[in-house]
């Protein structure tokens, strides 16, 4: 009996229960589906980010939340990913972009369930650009090797990274985008230069990254010589401070000379930017010189300079022989130089062997001069070119006492100058046979005359100065003062003659005189 009885509940617990599961999501016992719920987050992100899901706001009228279940489909492709769980969170990640919809399902103890979906927006992530250099640093002969295949993309494989440069990040991109990671370049200027790289994936994201590439550039050569040009004996003064870098001070920079450009070095390397050097023949000669920075790049330059070699100094005399009333003249048109025309070399004259110069130099290569003490006289002539090379040489002669009766003119100088008072001077000697005499002298025409010795007149409707009669035979030195006018040029003339007891003598020595 007892045994019938428990079969008899068992039969009524089982009907009732096929009674309260007649339908879907409850049954007419009043049990209702439990209500879905969950939050994401984040609700977006790239690919590769791991989304958090949460159903724990899950609910049902009947079970508490502990004994829901849930279960999810991560893409909602109508096939559940994970299986049912009493736990509500869930982790996920996505392995290419899109907008994904997730589903979740939740079911209470009575196996009632409901559903709900939310979409997650999942991004392409842009890939990392990096490169490298080799060398970091070189100068403008260096062939720099850049590499990016460091470049990663969490979507893409690195050979489908297509990459490009801009080698001095002016804005304006250098190579076409290529998957080919490495690339080179040299740089014709010095400095530092930033290299910009820009990585490109499948879907067009891209990102960029800079380095920095220092670049030595070649120093510039620059020299100046003082004076260009010269004789053999001259020592010129080489100066290369012009040198300059952009990196390296000037103190740092090194030099050396070739003097004659012949590809041997005459001096070694220094940081002393001057030298001198005398030339032992001459000719032009190229003179090199070569900088040097500290990164060890050269320049060089090469300046011409001339050397010339002094002039042959050459004079003749006429007449060859004289007395102490001739005026002599020298003429040194003989003189050559291999350089200059014969018109541009300049003469002076020494006409007493004294070691002074008694002429400025000139052009003219002609001068007169009347001795006035007879013996063996040395006369000097130096001739000076264009570039001061000098040469001397001389002759002597015998002058003899010029025959008395005379007179002889005399001028301090040897030229006249525009404006400026010239003295003349005139010895007349008288014989001791001389009774009387008398003394008159020419100047140029339109020479103003002044300050005349002796009780001289100046004679204004000949033109003449005049002195006496003397009545004796005394010796005298008559003097008086000419003023070339100004614009006055060329060579002008002196005339002048002494009356001897009536017999006229034209008066020799300085006769002729040459404009400064």
Not at 64 to 89: E, H, P, Y
Not at 126 to 138: L, S
Not at 244 to 269: E, H, I, K, M, P
């Amino acid at each position: 009996m007892k045994a019938n009885s428990l079969i008899l509940v068992i039969v009524i617990g089982i009907a009732a229960m096929i009674a309260g599961c007649g339908g879907g999501g409850g049954g007419d016992n009043g049990n209702t589906a439990p209500i879905a719920s969950f939050t994401v987050a984040p609700p977006n992100g790239p690919v590769s980010m791991v989304f958090a899901f949460d159903a724990s706001g899950c609910n049902d009228a009947q079970d508490g939340a502990a004994f829901l279940q849930v279960r999810w489909d991560w893409d909602n492709d109508g096939v559940w990913d994970t299986i049912f769980s009493v736990t509500k969170t869930a982790i996920h990640t996505y392995n290419t972009a899109g907008n994904y919809v997730v589903k979740m399902q939740v079911r209470d103890s009575q196996g009632n369930t409901s559903s709900t979906t939310r979409e997650v927006i999942v991004n392409n992530e842009t890939p990392t650009a990096a490169f490298t250099v080799a060398p970091a640093a070189g100068d403008t002969n260096t062939l720099f090797q850049f590499d990016a295949s460091g470049c990663t993309d969490p979507q893409d494989p690195p050979g489908a990274l297509q990459v490009r440069w801009d080698w001095d990040n002016d804005g304006t991109w250098d190579t076409d985008y290529s998957t080919i990671k490495t690339a080179t370049h040299t740089y014709a200027a010095g400095g530092t230069h930033t290299v910009k790289l820009v990585v490109k994936d499948t879907d067009g994201n891209s990102s960029t990254t800079t380095r920095q590439v220092a670049v030595n550039s070649a120093p510039t050569a620059a020299f100046t010589v003082v004076p260009t040009t010269g004789g053999e004996g001259t020592s010129f003064a080489f100066n290369a401070s012009g040198c300059a870098d952009l990196q390296d001070a000037s103190a740092l920079l090194q030099v050396r000379w070739d003097w004659t450009n012949d590809g041997t070095w005459d001096t070694a390397y220094s940081t002393t930017k001057t030298a001198n050097h005398t030339f032992g023949g001459n000719g032009t000669f190229t003179v090199k010189m070569e900088v040097k920075d500290t990164g060890g790049l050269t320049a060089s330059t090469t300046r011409p300079i001339v050397v010339t070699s002094p002039p042959t100094a050459a004079f003749t005399v006429t007449p060859a022989t004289g007395d102490t009333g001739t005026e002599f003249l020298f003429d040194a048109s003989g003189s050559t130089d291999n350089e200059d025309l014969t018109s541009e070399l300049q003469a002076q004259w020494d006409w007493n062997d004294d070691g002074v110069w008694d002429t400025a130099y000139t052009t003219t290569k002609t001068a007169y001069h009347t001795f006035t003490t007879a013996g063996t006289h040395t006369v000097w002539l130096r001739v000076k070119d264009t570039d001061g090379l000098t040469a001397t040489i001389s002759h002597s002669g015998t002058v003899t006492e010029a025959a008395l009766p005379n007179a002889i003119r005399l001028f301090p100088v040897e030229t006249y100058t525009p404006g400026t008072m010239l003295l003349v001077s005139i010895v007349v000697t008288p014989s001791a046979a001389t009774v009387a005499y008398a003394y008159e002298d020419t100047p140029p025409e339109g020479w103003p005359v002044s300050n005349i010795n002796n009780a001289g007149v100046y004679d204004a409707v000949n033109k003449k100065v005049k002195w006496g009669p003397f009545f004796d035979n005394n010796a005298r030195t008559f003097t008086y003062t000419v003023t070339p006018p100004i614009g006055e040029s060329g060579t002008k003339t002196f005339t002048g003659r002494a009356s001897f007891d009536g017999t006229n003598v034209d008066t020799t020595g300085n006769r002729t005189i040459l404009p400064q």
